[in-house]
């Protein structure tokens, strides 16, 4: 297998919906009088609003709709777990007294919203333009959604908006969090386009972490800051397991697989044994990457049970039918490396369902004795992000937690210091990224007013 | 035990025994004996060919010839064409003719011709019951003939259509089927005109005048004939109304008192039903057949069998004309009797739209239990215009209630009440008196 046909699985994401099939899909929608898959919708995309015209062949407006209420309403479509959103408020499903568990299936809203935007692209429609005349310049930090988000709407409010990008191409999940086949960078690229055809400027590869660094813009010329960092660190599965060779964070895998490094991974991971702890989408994704990389096997660990993975169930049957094996119930223990440090195994024991945790899902705990060694050259952790430990020092007066979690306004994004507002993963811990819009929106409207009130 | 006895789908019309009352209708899909032979092996009971043509007018058709109109993601709700008659030499399609005449001696063989004079009527008549004709179908109604005073200019002329059958009743002793336009007020005067000419039996509706998709970049309806367009043939489903509306209103005249040959969207057999309680008793397709093909056939004999069977009934001709007697005058509806929708809310699915339909088109009878996502009935207020059932995703969860004779719908109050003492209306008291037009 050549490098640049492994590097073909990588390219693109599946083809969206046809004309033909959008509209067989569109007239699935009974028009509900409540829309209740518009008020599932945590940024407010109005799902039943855009359905609608588009039923009525208002393509256009249906474009519009997406696009005026969520500028990342493409990706969106494409990344959204809407089983658990908007699709699962449908009536469509049929649902009744008689039925209570329904007779079909929601409406396709996120793969009709990925098409309308699409639909509206190949024809040349940009629905976005700067309606206001504020006036006031607003630095945001990070071009991840809610920054992106935050960035377009105060944009088309007159504003005059820059981002700062530490990594050298911007998007943040949406290009280095998120596997190319599930999101391609095209796509993104076009998300992109539309906020900077707003009039916002990002600068990348300008990582504002300096100590103080994000303060200093309000004093820089800045009337406001949207901080919208991200978490880019892993968790890690072993404490102090130190430097060893064949282990990776699910950070830097699926930020390797957008970068330079795509052609080392090719040649590392061929005909390698890959174990992929964790159970969330980022372990999903991981395992379908590792196996677009020709190894010899790719095993998933999961302390929990199958049911308790917060993987989407799409997702972890995507993965099961991309061939990955999974090992439930195993808790890694320690890392096995050879005389050299290199990984040869993972040390693995058994759990078993205990008493509910927190979560309120039931615990592992772990069965005595049932130590096992999962041979394994690679082992990519997604357990979890959190923010990096320096992180905070560039914006050293505003309130966070223990964890590094910024302490924000739940509907302002307002932090505890005036003219510093902040939203996404950095306020919420791990979020959706439909959810980092929402954020972003909220914190652009009160940074909006914010400034109308003379600060 | 005895094999079940299939209920009979035969019918007799003019005189003529049929397998089932399905045929091809004169258009595309009876060019030639090769397509007539696949839709005879499918089951249909005769074809009406193509409409002949004498050789004395050389036809083209128009390039393209037809244009689809669709609704919503289903295509074919009426198809657009300005297809001529039979552009084939009558020579070709005669032995055609005769070749389905000797292998299929069951099926029948209705000839469909046109002239553009008397002499050329009498000459397509004859020569087609020479050639195996059963029975003829004089096209008078083609609404998009390139050659003037034929198709539906002679089918409006109401002297020319008695002239013209007139001839083919004098040189032919084969039944006369005559077909008429939809695109004229009353079909009724046309069809008598016909049967003075001596026609046995009247076929509708031939396509409906209109106009299906405009193109926005020329501002060119379709089928664009290369920078024109027509006021053309529309038909398919969306048509069917008006066909069935034809046949009931020439079933009921006391006078015309002829057989029918119904068509006009029919692809299943409901449509085919509705048409013969309606009074047709030969059925004829063309636009279902382009849109699934000839295989429609057997879902409409199935179906309108097993129905039968199901209602106990032996005949399909003894349907015939069984809606008639009640349809009609508007003046024996008795306005006593009133009722109020009626909702089986244990199916109900939450999606509102009768709640939405009910308030902006409706008599506002209906209240929206937010939490609930159910609506809830004031029944005095319903108009029982039915609405509601029909956007209702749930087939059956609406129905109609009769209310008892002492129940009385409330009135629609006048509104703008914080305008009240604004609005004055302005009495008229010179017709009639002080009290209004009341007298």
Known sequence: ?455 | MDKKKKPDVGIEFCGQKFINPFLLSSSPVSNSAEMVEMAFDYGWAGVVYKTLNSDRINIDHPSPRMNSRNYGSRKLMTVQNVEQISDRPLKDNLLDLLYLKKKYPDRKLIYSIMGFEEDEWTYLAKISEDNGADMLELNFSCPHMTIEGSGHDAGKDFAAVEKYTEAVKKAVGIPIIAKMTPNITDVVPVAMAAKEGGADAISAINTVSGISDIDFDTFIAKPNIHGHAAISGTSGPGMRPIGLRFIADMAKDENLKLPLSGMGGIETWVDALEYILVGASTLQVTTGIMHYGYVIVQDMVEGLQDWMASKGYDRLQDLVGKALPTLGRTDLFDLDRQGVAEYDLSRCVGCGQCYTVCTESGGQALEWDTAARRPKLIEEKCLSCMLCSFVCPVSGLISYKEMPAAWQRQKTAVFGKDLENELKWEPYAGIGGKDGFTC
């Open chain 1, 1 to 455: 297998m050549s490098v640049e046909t492994v590097k073909d699985r990588f390219r693109c994401m599946p083809e969206g919906m046809t004309m033909d099939l959008a509209v067989v899909e569109a007239e699935r929608c009974l028009l509900c009088h409540d829309a209740p898959c518009s008020k599932a919708c945590p940024a407010d995309t109005k799902p039943g609003e855009f359905i609608r015209k588009f039923q009525f062949r208002n393509y256009t407006g249906a474009m519009r709709t997406i696009k005026t209420n969520n500028i990342l309403g493409g990706a969106c479509g494409v990344l959204c777990p809407t089983e658990r959103l908007c699709e699962k408020e449908c009536s469509a499903v049929m649902k009744s007294e008689g039925r209570p568990g329904g007779s079909d299936r929601p409406v396709r809203i996120g793969d009709l919203q990925r098409f309308i935007v699409e639909y509206g692209r190949s024809v040349g429609f940009q629905p976005l333009e700067v309606e206001g005349d504020a006036a006031g310049k607003i630095a945001v930090v990070g071009s991840g959604p809610s920054g992106l988000s935050c960035a377009g709407e105060l944009a088309k409010m007159g504003y005059e908006v820059t981002i700062f990008e530490a990594l050298p191409e911007p998007g943040g999940v949406l290009r280095y969090g998120v596997v190319p086949f599930r999101c391609d960078s095209d796509f993104v690229a076009k998300e992109i386009e539309d906020v900077k055809s707003l009039g916002v400027t990002i600068r990348c590869n300008t990582p504002v972490k300096n100590s103080g660094a994000a303060e200093k813009l309000l004093t820089e010329g800045f009337d406001a800051v949207f901080l919208g960092p991200g978490l880019w660190d892993s968790f890690s599965v072993v404490d102090n397991a130190g430097d060893i060779e064949g282990r990776w964070s699910s950070v830097d895998f699926l930020a390797a697989i957008r970068d330079s490094r795509l052609d080392d991974l090719i040649k590392t991971f061929k005909g390698k044994k890959v174990a992929v702890v964790g159970g969330g989408s980022v372990a999903m994704d991981s395992v379908e990457g590792a196996i677009r990389l020709d190894p010899e096997s790719v095993n998933l660990v999961y302390r929990r049970s199958y049911t308790q993975m917060p993987a989407e169930e799409e997702e972890r049957i995507a993965a099961l039918r991309c061939g990955v094996n999974f090992h439930i119930l195993n808790q890694p223990v320690e890392y096995v490396t050879d005389a050299s440090g290199k990984l040869t195994g993972l040390k693995l024991v058994r759990t078993v369902l205990g008493a509910p945790d927190a979560s309120g899902r039931r615990r592992p705990v772990e069965v005595e004795g049932s130590e096992w060694i999962m041979s394994a050259d690679i082992v990519i952790e997604a357990v979890g992000n959190k923010a990096p430990s320096g992180l905070a020092s560039a914006y050293p007066s505003v309130k966070t937690d223990d964890k590094g979690l910024v302490g924000a306004d739940e509907e302002t994004g307002a932090t505890s210091v005036p003219g510093i507002f902040a939203g996404g993963d950095i306020v919420r811990g791990p979020a959706l990224v439909v959810e980092a819009v929402a954020d972003g929106k909220k914190a652009a409207k009160a940074i909006d007013a914010y400034i109308r009130r003379g600060k």
